[in-house]
């Protein structure tokens, strides 16, 4: 079954058969589409057939995936999220949720319209919304989030998982910049130790720009107060591309090479 006919079938599913449907991107697990529905504009999520799994715990399922990514952002503070996340019981199993403006800043940096010192300022304003995000910390209660890590329950915080340029939203600012707009795929989400949630940053953008990482720590630390075990960062950094590099040896294209390099760099 192709990404369209899955559309399809999940919207004659909702009572929205007659809803228009225009695809809007393909993430690693999930297509997307915008959607007229009765209610509103929304976009609507659908696993992939050949989804990547979860690199946390390969056995959950697509249902387990969106749910959790609705516990998330339903817990998500100083983070702007896509709002009215539902999960909805078809086959295959989806989601619909608000649209949020703009386009990812990964897309922007591709086509050039955002320049070095742009990014720069893209990342000190990710770094002060990770540090929000962090001040989420995990109640006695948190069962419907997995731990990422279960030996300190006690300073376990919210985690995205996944926070890199690819999934932060964004537009031109008027006069001059470009702001934030919203954060999205959340279906890694869990509680565990903030540095875990720097390591999509470092193995995407900082490990061939150092400088945007400098922006990134400083923004985080002017809302968390907090240092960042930059050693403990990338340690965890080598770990998930070792894992890459072993499980995927078609991915990275170009910055394989400083994959290894870094991997190299930190052995266990």
């Not at 192709?2 to 991107?25: F, W, Y």
């Amino acid at each position: 079954m192709d990404r369209d006919e899955r559309a399809r079938r999940v919207l004659e599913q909702l009572g929205e058969s007659g809803a228009r449907c225009v695809h809007a991107r393909d993430g690693r697990e999930h297509h997307l589409f915008r959607v007229q529905l009765a209610c509103g504009e929304r976009m609507l999520k659908i696993p992939r057939e050949d989804a990547l799994p979860d690199p946390f715990d390969t056995g959950r399922t697509p249902t387990e995936r969106l749910f959790c990514e609705g516990v998330a952002i339903g817990l998500a503070r100083g983070v702007p999220t896509p709002a009215h996340y539902r999960v909805h019981d078809t086959e295959p199993v989806c989601a619909t949720m608000e649209l949020l403006p703009g386009t990812t800043a990964e897309q922007a940096w591709e086509r050039g319209q955002l320049d070095e010192d742009q990014l720069l300022r893209v990342c000190l304003q990710m770094g002060r919304m990770l540090a929000n995000l962090h001040g989420v910390r995990r109640p006695a209660d948190g069962d419907l989030l997995p731990d990422l890590e279960v030996d300190d329950r006690g300073n376990a915080r919210l985690l995205h998982l996944d926070y890199h340029l690819g999934n932060v939203l964004g537009r031109p600012k008027l006069g001059a910049g470009w702001e934030v707009t919203g954060v999205v795929d959340w279906t890694c989400a869990r509680w565990g130790p903030p540095e875990a949630d720097f390591v999509e940053m470092q193995v995407s953008v900082f490990i061939r720009n150092p400088r945007a990482r400098d922006a990134f720590v400083a923004g985080y630390r002017q809302v968390a107060l907090r240092a960042v075990d930059l050693g403990l960062v990338e340690r965890r950094a080598a770990r998930e591309l070792r894992r890459r590099l072993a499980e995927h040896p078609d991915e990275g294209g170009a910055a394989r090479g400083y994959w290894q390099a870094f991997a190299d760099k930190h052995p266990e």
